[in-house]
């Protein structure tokens, strides 16, 4: 896809049929990687043969008349890839999922369509994504369940991804089980390198501007997960984090268990969409 179309920087050719002028592309056939890898276009490349700096670190070259550092000519897209790499890998995204963006998903025909929820979900996620930088705007996290194969974690994962090369929002993502109640239990163990680090961690989930909690609910329901749960969420509340979740199970299932704080926090902070269709489509990805 070209990026140009999501990400607000023009350091290239504007007429640039790869790039759109954006300077970077997504190259999807590198081998070994499923997702694609990011890398500068040919027309701001193709510069680095007659610049000083050769397309090295820090991208900069010595002006005699003015006797000091100036910027060479890839120097612009190259600090945006760095940048967008950094935020890429430190969001945590699946490789199924990175470089997902509301145009990969192939929304069918809206007029013969007969189950509307995904189209729902992905007209609230396209709000979310083009209004978030209106001060006017509410932005509200949202509680996305169904079942497997319903599109939940694709649809998470691409608002993720267009907050991040849109606007260059801190994101994470996590799996409730394996990334997150995990990781604090094993700051309990001697021998882990996260040893002691507890409140690291649970700073890290809590601060993050934008995070998805995938699979919320197939945790072990009892008095620890809940508690940590319950901290994680009214942390974010207090601090206006967006939360998005993904479930199996609907939200009213949560009353019941940890004397419904969690059920209460998440009536507030989030919207409840329920996907009912059976699959969902990624343009010319294989599921």
């Not at 470089?99 to 007209?123: C, R, T, V, W």
């Not at 509410?138 to 267009?162: M, P, Q, R």
């Not at 001697?190 to 995070?211: C, M, P, R, Y």
């Amino acid at each position: 896809m070209n990026l140009a179309d999501v990400f607000p920087f023009r350091h290239g050719v504007v007429d640039c049929p790869y790039c759109g002028g954006a300077g970077i592309i997504l190259d999807t056939n590198v081998r070994g990687l499923r997702s694609g890898a990011l890398g500068i276009c040919h027309c701001v490349g193709s510069d680095c043969n007659v610049c000083p700096s050769k397309g090295q670190p820090p991208f900069l070259v010595y002006d005699i008349d003015a006797d000091m550092q100036m910027p060479c000519l890839c120097h612009g897209a190259r600090l945006e890839l760095i940048k967008l790499e950094k935020l890429v890998a430190k969001a945590g995204i699946p490789p199924r999922y990175r470089f997902q963006f509301l145009q990969s998903i192939d929304i069918g025909d809206k007029s013969n369509d007969p189950e509307l929820s995904f189209l729902i979900a992905h007209d609230w996620a396209s709000e979310l994504v083009h209004k978030w930088k209106d001060p006017n705007f509410n932005a509200k996290g949202f509680y996305l369940w169904g079942g497997t194969g319903s599109g939940k974690t694709l649809l998470a994962c691409v608002i993720l991804n267009e907050l991040i090369f849109r606007y260059g929002v801190n994101c994470k993502y996590a799996k409730v089980n394996k990334d997150f109640l995990s990781a604090i239990l094993n700051t309990y163990q001697k021998d882990s390198e996260t040893s002691g680090q507890e409140s690291n961690i649970e700073k890290e989930f809590a601060n993050v501007d934008v995070l998805v909690i995938d699979d919320f609910g197939i945790q072990k329901d009892s008095e620890f997960n809940n508690r940590k749960l319950y901290d994680l969420i009214d942390t974010r509340y207090e601090n206006e984090k967006l939360t998005l979740l993904t479930s199996n199970q609907a939200l009213e299932d949560w009353k019941i268990k940890g004397e419904g704080r969690i059920y209460s926090r998440l009536m507030e902070m989030t919207k409840e969409i329920q996907l009912k269709c059976p699959d969902y489509r990624l343009k010319g990805v294989q599921n």
